[in-house]
């Protein structure tokens, strides 16, 4: 009699199991994450930035943030330390010795690369980030809650946080000017290179224009197009003379960053049925303990 | 024997000791520095920049508390779910620790926020491929189902005491019907949430593990590990009992109750197969990804990582294996404490320490403001045990009334 309850109980709770992982999953709710074969990018030539830093004047006075005027750029000062965008800077330049020539510095202009698989966008606890169909990865005010994962996750270190406002600190970083390019603008920066060491374009495009210009120059490049492969590939991809590690690129694997985190979240979860499985179980110790305990009461 | 002794509020002299006194003094200091947070900003408090976006506030009071707060959902599990009714003196100091703890856990989740007005978000903006969402709402159900289950003492304590001052007095006898039928329902329903508890417990307690897997190379390597959902999950089961020996031993001795040796004994001789495990899973992670060339030098993660391992795993879980330790009050306390600061040190490890970013201006090192803030959160959570216990029928005493005519005595 015992064992028969025991395997109806057992059988109940195998359908409950099954009739979870039927059912549609929510697990896999949140931001889409759209690969459009027309995304855009940016490619960087670090061999033909002159270090003017009209870049970061542009991208201040786009975004509204507290520029100085233009003619404070020429003092290049700020190349004496190592610099971060933060949220007073959405991008920077940063300047690195050239031992093959020191007379030209290698000058390389950091900001948001926008994944191809972004991990801020995996991690973000609200969905707040989402990869756009035009390549730009960007961040809705509205949903935010500052908890700052974001910023944990990213490879390069680049969402930075409004830590001194005590209400509606932001996530600032890079947006891919999708205001100004909603308007039929170029991106602020691309806009105001004046030497076209940023050619904005679709990504495949700028990909293949980066292998030809290694093809022609050889002597010129190192063989190597950073963001093409990076992390699953970014939008924003760089070419240089010398190796990248050099120019303080964080040197990184071909798997996008998310991706040990998400099948590790998506196998404890797999459509609900391992913690269906477990309460099941428990319910069955649970169950039997308690008829052993009463059992023992009995004969006692 | 057991019949003897019951749950019951416990009766002290005085509130006011000289140590509650310097836990007041602490708390009033966490909320000055707390204030400074609303009124100026994270950054004016905190130490935290955007190349350390978290600290001990997610790696202590978040991290640490939710592992700490493990007893309840172990006791609950060797308890009710096991039904070995020997530990049911224990269940309900466990499920007011874990109540307490995971209080603690969301005040210190929500004042780390940049947005804490926004702490509702979650519930409907999901991102399921998140680790941070799915502890999240886990801890939220968890906390829920941590106070549904606090309930029955509450009932138990009030159920033919109602006596409201003044005009409200005619509602004593509804009140008290209401509060019956509330108790009659949970009796009947309790098992759904206990069991729930104990799942959704070892759901968030690994999820934790996963947080920092997605920071990559930025995390030292002797904590980078997919295997980290595990480790966490076997060290939250492991730090339960000796959270709950830790606890009980701290009260006897506050309150000046004789220790429960006869249940703490029993519990510990279960601690050190389960830290057993733990190393075991430990060591394996070491040495499969060959991380053990990272401790031949000797640097703050190699030192962390080794104090971790030696004190907080192999000395308790020597101990816990001596029949000595499980006697003698002291021992054991020494033994749980180790066993406790070492879940505290991984976490913080794990955080903080392990979390070294490629581009910094400077390790981090949290602010006299973070570590008063979480200071003054542990105080008011020691504070309000203390009131708990004092108020609500938690701790086992042996009954005056001599006759176990409560439902809510063991039986057996």
Redesign the interface.
């Known amino acids: 009699m015992k064992s028969q309850n025991r395997r109806s109980f057992l059988k109940a709770s195998t359908a409950i199991a099954a009739a979870a992982g039927l059912t549609p999953a929510t697990a896999n709710a949140g931001p889409k994450n759209i690969l459009s074969p027309n995304r855009m990018g940016v490619l960087v030539d670090t061999t033909v930035c002159i270090g003017c830093r009209n870049c970061e004047w542009a991208c201040k006075t786009a975004h509204g943030l507290d520029t100085p005027p233009l003619e404070t750029y020429e003092d290049k000062t700020p190349f004496d330390q190592m610099r971060r965008p933060d949220t007073t800077a959405l991008t920077v330049v940063n300047r690195y010795e050239n031992p093959e020539n020191p007379e030209l510095p290698t000058t390389v202009k950091v900001q948001c690369m926008h994944c191809d698989h972004p991990a801020c966008v995996s991690a973000c606890i609200v969905g707040a980030i989402s990869k756009q169909a035009d390549g730009a990865v960007i961040w809705d005010t509205d949903k935010c809650i500052g908890c700052r994962y974001c910023m944990v996750a990213c490879p390069f270190q680049i969402p930075a946080f409004e830590y001194n406002k005590a209400i509606g600190p932001r996530i600032m970083k890079c947006d891919f000017c999708t205001e100004r390019r909603g308007e039929g603008k170029l991106p602020a920066c691309v806009e105001s290179c004046p030497v076209e060491a940023l050619t904005f374009g679709p990504r495949e495009d700028l990909v293949r224009i980066a292998k030809d210009r290694v093809r022609h120059a050889p002597e010129r490049y190192v063989d190597h197009i950073y963001g093409e492969y990076e992390v699953g590939g970014t939008s924003w991809c760089y070419l240089a003379g010398t190796e990248f590690d050099k120019l303080q690129f964080p040197k990184l694997g071909v798997n996008p960053a998310p991706g040990v985190s998400e099948s590790i979240q998506h196998g404890i979860f797999a459509y609900f049925v391992p913690p269906v499985s477990l309460y099941a179980l428990l319910g069955a110790v649970m169950w039997t303990s308690r008829q052993r305990g009463d059992e023992e009461e009995e004969h006692s | 024997m057991s019949g003897y002794m019951r749950s019951q509020p416990v009766t002290t002299r005085k509130f006011l000791t000289p140590g509650v006194m310097v836990l007041l003094l602490l708390a009033a200091n966490g909320l000055f520095w707390l204030g400074g ?8 408090v ?1 130490h ?4 350390y ?2 600290g001990i506030w997610i790696g202590i009071d978040v991290a640490a508390g939710v592992a700490l707060a493990a007893g309840g959902f172990t006791t609950a ?1 060797l308890g ?4 070995r ?1 020997q530990y049911h003196a224990v269940v309900r100091p466990a499920l007011l620790t874990a109540l307490l703890g995971y209080t603690m856990v969301a005040v210190g ?1 929500s004042i ?5 007005y ?2 509702w ?2 519930l409907i ?10 502890v ?1 709402i886990c801890v939220m159900i968890y906390m829920t189902v941590l106070y549904i289950e606090f309930l029955p003492v509450v009932t138990e304590r009030f159920i033919g005491r109602v006596n409201l001052p003044g005009p409200l007095a005619r509602f004593n006898e509804l009140i008290d019907k209401l509060l019956r039928l509330l108790d009659r329902t949970l009796d009947r329903t309790m ?1 759904v949430f ?3 508890g ?2 959704l417990s ?2 968030h307690q ?2 934790l593990g ?9 995390m030292h390597p002797l904590w980078q590990t ?1 295997i980290s ?1 595990l480790l966490f999950l076997l060290s939250a089961v492991s730090v339960g009992f000796p959270m709950v020996i830790f606890e009980s031993l701290l009260a006897s001795r506050s309150f000046g109750l004789k220790p429960e040796m006869h249940i703490l004994g029993r519990m510990g001789r279960m601690v050190a197969p389960l830290l057993g495990i733990y190393l075991a899973f430990k060591l394996g992670d070491l040495f499969i990804r060959e991380t053990f060339v990272y401790l031949k030098t000797v640097t703050t993660a190699s030192v962390m990582y080794i104090i971790e391992l030696l004190f907080g795993v192999i000395v308790p879980m020597r101990m816990f294996m001596s029949p000595t330790v499980q006697k003698s009050p002291p021992l054991l306390f020494t033994a749980a404490t180790l066993v406790v600061g070492g879940v505290l040190l991984n976490r913080l490890d794990t955080f903080v320490v392990a ?1 070294t ?3 910094t201006y400077g390790p981090y090192f949290p602010s006299f403001g973070e570590i008063s803030v979480t200071v003054g959160f542990i105080s008011i959570l020691v504070l309000l045990y203390r009131a708990a216990v004092i108020i609500f029928p938690v701790i086992s005493l042996p009954d005056r009334r001599l006759s176990p005519q409560s439902k809510y005595s063991v ?2």
């Open positions: 947070r609303f009124l100026f900003g994270i950054g004016a905190t935290l920049n955007n190349q976006p978290w599990a009710h779910v096991m039904h009714e989740v780390d926020i940049g947005r804490y926004y702490i978000h979650p903006m999901w991102n399921g491929s998140s680790a941070l969402f799915e999240g098992f206990i069991i729930a104990v799942v070892t759901l690994s999820s996963t947080l920092m897997v997605i920071a990559g190379p930025k997919p959902p979390y970013p490629p581009y039986r057996g």
